[in-house]
């Protein structure tokens, strides 16, 4: 019998991510913080620090686009999104769905709780950093 080697992916929630690991994206408001020493992050809204999605940095690479910042007369945590219009983020167990007049956009784990509600100029910039 011949057995395949499985690679276990770890529990990136499990994980401590000391709080002084953070760093403010400049021009953005997001937080990111490496989980251990490999290619795993952890991102958050600066101004909402209590929700994380923590994903391998592949995973917010793939969340790109173009277009226009969204208008500051809505915020987008304001905005009411139907569970129905979220896609999913091929290759990730990200999900997303483009909010506002513009380019807003609402990212979330599909296996735990909490969203992170921005633009999408600052997914853009935390792509090309990670």
Request: contains cysteine.
């Amino acid at each position: 019998m011949v057995s395949k080697a499985r690679q276990i992916e770890p529990d990136l929630y499990a994980m401590d991510v000391e709080e002084s690991k953070f760093a403010h994206l400049e021009g953005t408001g997001l937080e990111y913080a490496p989980i251990a020493d490999g290619d795993d992050y952890a991102v958050r809204d600066k101004d909402r620090p209590a929700v994380e999605i923590r994903r391998a940095g592949d995973d917010f690479r793939r969340r790109s686009g173009g277009g226009e910042q969204p208008s500051d007369k809505v915020h987008l945590h304001d905005i009411d999104v139907d569970e129905d219009r979220f896609e999913p983020v091929e290759g990730t167990s990200l999900e997303c769905v483009a909010i506002g007049d513009g380019d807003g956009y609402v990212v979330r784990d599909a296996e735990h709780l909490g969203e992170i509600r921005r633009p999408g100029d600052d997914w853009r910039k935390l792509s090309t950093i990670l």
